[in-house]
């Protein structure tokens, strides 16, 4: 399998219809109970990554990555909108923030235990198991990964689903009070109002997921084709890198939007964003090319924290700037455009350059690096300018709710 077609797998064949699927996920979750929304798309990833281990040839696992896609989009915006519901304003980022260490922990995690569950389950050619006979290592990772997903998912009925906040009322045909839903078209013609202010913030922030999922794919095919490491041993480093201090990262972003906002700046969210997308440049800019895979190592630390920064604050400002009624449609929208740029674009990206411009594997160090340096670039103009377009919607939500 070549880089671009590995990158397909990661990328488009997951994002697309993650994506897709969000929107309509997300218009349910501003009605309906958001738990139970979690807890189906729990179940179908959980599901549809134990099909990957039955693939027999590329389109059959292409296939299956769209089902964990499709799951997957139920998550974002319904924890969102919970989340913004059981905090105020002032709290949200850093809630947020702390939900989405989960991505960091995870992919930390992954990278040092998938690393050791790969070297285990391909020491012995074959494995025989129960219903499916025998089977390949790699596919054994894939069934002890997915399946146990379809059981935690029972997990999501000890989260109370809170009341929703700041929605408006209207009186059924029994004559009780109930939350309004807001007509599409309402939500369309918001959103255009409004649409200054999505394009920078969506955009800037993708361009930003654009480099995060791109170099965080190649990193540790780096080390192993630069600096000759096994992918045992980046895969333990780099997991330790992206779950200690991706995690702290994203939870210091969080934490500083709401310290400023508590100190009178409303913009907070869309300032934190501009700033790492600069602050991340000393050290993202050196890590991919310096001679020694320490010094590499060392110099991925300051870059986990800044790149995983923003992605508290993101969704926090979705929150900020949207009726409630509005918000689960709204992210998913944000996420949309995030994953299509980011997660579908990425990897591909880092890899066309490796597979059509430098026709040399050993060169995925330089795609990382062009590749980051222009996204980071692009998103710090994006986000500056954006600030000027949140201030302008946070007036136009007043004028909403009036």
């Given at each position: 399998?070549?880089d671009f077609q590995?990158?397909?797998l990661?990328g488009p064949?997951f994002?697309?219809?993650y994506?897709?699927?969000g929107?309509p996920?997300g ?10 929304i979690i807890?189906v798309?729990f ?8 099909v990957?281990g039955?693939a027999?040839n590329f389109?059959?696992?292409m296939?299956?990555r769209v089902g964990v896609?499709?799951?997957e989009?139920a998550l974002?915006?319904a924890a969102?909108s ?6 105020p304003p002032?709290r949200?980022a850093?809630a947020?923030?702390?939900?989405s260490?989960g991505i ?5 995690v ?5 690393a050791?569950?790969i070297a ?6 074959n494995?025989?198991l129960p219903?499916?006979g ?6 054994v ?6 399946l ?11 989260v109370?689903e809170p ?33 200054k202010?999505?394009?920078c913030?969506?955009?800037?922030f993708a ?6 999922y791109g170099?965080s ?16 041993k980046i895969?333990f480093?780099?997991?330790?890198v992206v779950?200690?201090?991706g995690?702290l ?7 500083f939007?709401d310290?400023?906002?508590?100190r009178?700046s409303r913009?907070?969210v869309?300032k934190?964003?501009?700033?790492v ?7 993202g ?5 310096v001679p020694?895979p320490?010094w ?5 630390i300051p870059?986990?924290f ?5 992605f508290?604050?993101?969704p926090a400002?979705i929150?900020?700037?949207?009726p409630?009624?509005?918000?689960a449609?709204?992210s ?8 299509m740029?980011?997660l579908?674009a990425g990897?591909?990206a880092?890899a066309?350059?490796?597979d059509k411009v430098?026709?040399d594997d050993?060169?995925?160090r330089?795609?990382i690096?062009i590749?980051?340096t222009?996204a ?9 300018v ?9 007036e136009?939500l007043?004028?909403w709710?009036?």
């Amino acid at each position: 399998i070549t880089d671009f077609q590995m990158s397909l797998l990661m990328g488009p064949a997951f994002a697309l219809f993650y994506t897709f699927f969000g929107i309509p996920l997300g218009r349910l979750a501003d009605s309906k109970s958001r738990r139970t929304i979690i807890a189906v798309g729990f179940v179908a990833w959980s599901f549809f990554t134990a099909v990957c281990g039955l693939a027999r040839n590329f389109w059959q696992m292409m296939l299956a990555r769209v089902g964990v896609g499709v799951g997957e989009g139920a998550l974002s915006p319904a924890a969102y909108s919970i989340i913004a519901d059981y905090f105020p304003p002032q709290r949200r980022a850093t809630a947020i923030s702390v939900y989405s260490m989960g991505i960091y922990i995870g992919s930390g995690v992954a990278n040092i235990l998938g690393a050791s569950a790969i070297a285990f389950f391909m020491s012995r050619p074959n494995w025989e198991l129960p219903l499916v006979g025998a089977v390949r290592g790699w596919q054994v990772v894939f069934f002890v990964v997915g399946l146990p997903g379809i059981l935690l998912a029972l997990l999501m009925y000890t989260v109370r689903e809170p009341l929703r906040r700041g929605m408006k009322k209207v009186r059924s045909a029994d004559g009780q009070l109930k939350n309004a839903e807001v007509p599409l078209h309402e939500v369309i013609a918001y959103l255009k109002l409004n649409w200054k202010t999505f394009a920078c913030h969506n955009v800037g922030f993708a361009l930003l997921s654009f480099s995060s999922y791109g170099t965080s794919a190649w990193v540790p095919s780096m080390f192993v084709r630069t600096h000759g490491w096994s992918e045992a041993k980046i895969g333990f480093w780099y997991g330790v890198v992206v779950a200690v201090f991706g995690a702290l990262g994203i939870a210091a972003g969080g934490w500083f939007a709401d310290w400023m906002a508590k100190r009178g700046s409303r913009d907070a969210v869309m300032k934190v964003g501009f700033i790492v997308s600069l602050a991340w440049a000393p050290t993202g800019l050196l890590y991919p090319i310096v001679p020694n895979p320490y010094w590499a190592i060392a110099l991925l630390i300051p870059t986990a924290f800044f790149t995983a920064a923003p992605f508290g604050v993101a969704p926090a400002a979705i929150q900020q700037i949207m009726p409630n009624a509005m918000r689960a449609q709204a992210s998913s929208i944000y996420l949309f455009v995030v994953n299509m740029i980011g997660l579908g674009a990425g990897p591909m990206a880092v890899a066309l350059f490796t597979d059509k411009v430098f026709h040399d594997d050993h060169a995925v160090r330089y795609s990382i690096l062009i590749v980051s340096t222009i996204a980071h670039l692009v998103s710090a103009v994006l986000l500056w300018v954006g600030i000027k377009q949140f201030n302008l919607s946070l007036e136009r939500l007043k004028a909403w709710h009036g």
